[in-house]
């Protein structure tokens, strides 16, 4: 399998250990496309606070390509989920793994009791989480200096 030949169905997603390797893996990722570009690092004590948080892995083959968290809202509801840290490789954009991903994570989250999933995302990913079934909650803001909706699926 090639990049260019690669589609949806060779992609495998799962729920990673946290402070496995992929795991581990999945913060370098996190950090070239999300943190990177905007000069941002991650701090320890913020990883850390992600013992608690579903980590979700996209691979091809063995390469992890793809990764988001989802976190619980307990102090909310105990019924929504919050995703966050949505990163796919940039050689495997556009592809269908942020689709894939996200498709997993509601199916991981409705097994799991969770009726919402709630998010921060870039104003430019918009209309990729609205074909999936997201619609706009609010007002635009800025989030790490990025204009930024808030978008809610019910499950």
């Not at 729920?15 to 701090?43: A, C």
């Not at 509801?77 to 997993?104: C, E, N, W, Y």
């Not at 999933?117 to 990729?128: G, M, Q, S, T, Y």
């Amino acid at each position: 399998m090639t990049i260019s030949n690669m589609n949806q169905e060779d992609i495998i997603c799962k729920v990673l250990v946290f402070n496995s390797d992929d795991q581990l893996k999945s913060i370098e990722l996190r950090y070239e496309v999300l943190r990177q570009p905007l000069g941002l690092d991650f701090k320890r004590t913020d990883l850390d606070k992600e013992s608690d948080q579903i980590h979700i892995g996209a691979f091809a083959g063995n390469k992890l390509v793809g990764v988001l968290l989802l976190k619980t809202m307990k102090d909310l509801s105990d019924d929504i989920l919050k995703m966050r840290q949505v990163a796919v490789s940039p050689d495997f954009q556009s592809k269908g793994i942020g689709k894939k991903m996200v498709q997993f994570s509601e199916k991981w989250a409705n097994q799991n009791g969770y009726k919402i999933i709630d998010l921060h995302a870039r104003k430019n990913v918009v209309p990729f989480y609205e074909k999936l079934g997201y619609h706009v909650e609010g007002d635009e803001f800025l989030e790490v200096g990025i204009p930024h909706l808030r978008m809610i699926k019910q499950l």
